[in-house]
C-alpha cells in the first residue's frame, strides 16, 4: 500500500472516526477539514513514526510537511532518504 | 472562598475525585515552587489564505455587556477566577472576540495591541521579551470549551480570529504557548506560527524568578511564513 493510500486510512479509521469522513483527497488541507487538531497530530506523527520507522521532530511540524496527505507523503518518502 | 468550594464542587460533579485531587495537586505545586518553560510564538497575519470551514463557529468581538454571559461561561467551566480576569480586561480596554455554536458562548480569545498596552501583563511576567511594534498584536487567554475541541473547531477558531485582526490591519500576531504543551505546540506550528525564542522561569510562592532565555536557532525557525493554515 502507498503512504498516500495508508495514511488515507488511517485518519479515516482513526482520527475522523464519528465525523461521516468516508474519503480524503491527497490535497485536501487537514486542519481546514477539521481532520487533524492538536491530538490528530500527536496521533499521526505517532503513525508515521512507528509504521516508517522515520523520527519526527518538533522542527517538522510545519504546514509543509503536514497540510495534506499529499505533503506528508513527500515528508515520508525525505525522511526515508534522508535516512539512507 | 465561596467560590473557590464552587469551583470545587463544579470540578468534582463533572470530572469526577480522581481529577479533582489531580487539578488540586498540581496547584498546590504550582503555588509553591514550579519551573515552567514557554515558547514565544509569532505569525506573520499577511500570509494567512483563506480556508474552508463548516461555519458552524461564529466569531464576535466581546463587548462589556456581554460579561454575564462570560460569568456563565466561567461558572460552566468552573472557573470563578476567570470572572475577575474578565473584569479587569474589559476595564483595562483589552479587547477579545466569543466564539459561538449557534447561540452558544463556547470560547474566547483576548488581545492588546500597543496603543492599549505595550507590555501586557504575560509578557511582563514571563519575561517574553516582545515589544509590539504598530500593527502587531499581543493574543492571549484563548479557551475553547473541552466538549467543542477536536473536529478542528481550535483551528477554525484560530483562523477566524487571525482573519479578523488582518481585516483591523494588523500585521503580526505574538503570543506564547507553555512548551510543555506538546499538542498546543505542535497546533500553533502546524497553523503557522513561529517559535521566536524559549523562555524559562521559576516561580517560588507568588515570585516569578527568570531562568534564562534562549533564542531558537535560526535555521529551525525558518518556516515558511507563506503557509496556508
Known amino acids: 500500500m502507498s503512504v498516500t493510500a495508508d495514511v488515507e486510512q488511517f485518519i479515516i479509521s482513526e482520527l475522523s472516526q464519528g465525523r461521516g469522513i468516508t474519503s480524503i483527497d491527497p490535497g485536501d488541507n487537514l486542519l481546514a477539514k477539521g481532520i487533524v487538531d492538536s491530538h490528530g497530530v500527536m496521533e499521526l506523527v505517532a503513525f508515521l513514526e512507528e509504521r516508517y520507522g522515520i523520527s519526527v521532530g518538533d522542527e517538522d511540524l510545519t504546514p509543509e510537511n503536514f497540510e495534506s496527505v499529499a505533503r506528508i507523503d513527500e515528508f515520508v518518502a525525505r525522511k526515508q532518504d534522508d535516512r539512507g | 472562598m ?116 505595550p507590555r501586557h501583563r504575560d509578557i511582563e511576567r514571563y519575561n517574553l521579551e516582545i515589544e509590539l511594534a504598530e500593527r502587531e498584536v499581543y493574543g492571549f487567554d ?67 524568578l527568570p531562568v534564562g532565555a534562549e533564542s531558537e536557532s535560526l535555521e529551525t525557525q525558518s518556516r515558511g511564513s507563506s503557509v496556508t493554515v
Open chain 2, 142 to 208: 484563548f479557551f475553547l470549551l473541552e466538549e467543542h475541541r477536536g473536529g478542528g473547531n481550535s483551528v477554525e477558531f484560530l483562523h477566524k480570529v487571525e482573519s479578523r485582526l488582518r481585516d483591523l490591519g494588523y500585521e503580526a500576531l505574538w503570543g506564547y504557548v507553555v512548551a510543555d504543551n506538546k499538542p498546543a505546540r505542535w497546533l500553533y506550528s502546524m497553523c503557522g506560527y513561529e517559535p521566536v525564542r524559549r523562555v524559562a522561569s521559576r516561580r517560588v510562592l507568588t515570585r516569578r
Open chain 2, 2 to 117: 465561596n467560590a473557590v468550594f464552587a469551583d470545587l464542587r463544579c470540578l468534582y460533579r463533572r470530572h469526577g475525585l480522581r481529577e479533582l485531587l489531580r487539578k488540586l495537586a498540581g496547584r498546590i505545586r504550582s503555588v509553591v515552587s514550579s519551573r515552567e518553560e514557554v515558547v514565544v510564538l509569532r505569525k506573520d497575519l499577511r500570509s494567512i489564505t483563506e480556508m474552508e470551514f463548516s461555519e458552524s463557529l461564529r466569531i464576535e468581538e466581546l463587548e462589556p455587556g456581554d460579561l454575564p454571559a462570560l460569568f456563565e461561561f466561567n461558572r460552566r467551566r468552573c472557573d470563578s477566577k476567570a470572572n475577575g480576569r474578565a473584569v479587569a480586561d474589559v476595564r483595562d480596554g483589552y479587547r477579545g472576540f466569543a466564539g459561538y455554536v449557534g447561540g452558544e458562548l463556547v470560547g474566547y480569545y483576548w488581545w492588546v495591541d500597543r496603543a492599549i498596552e
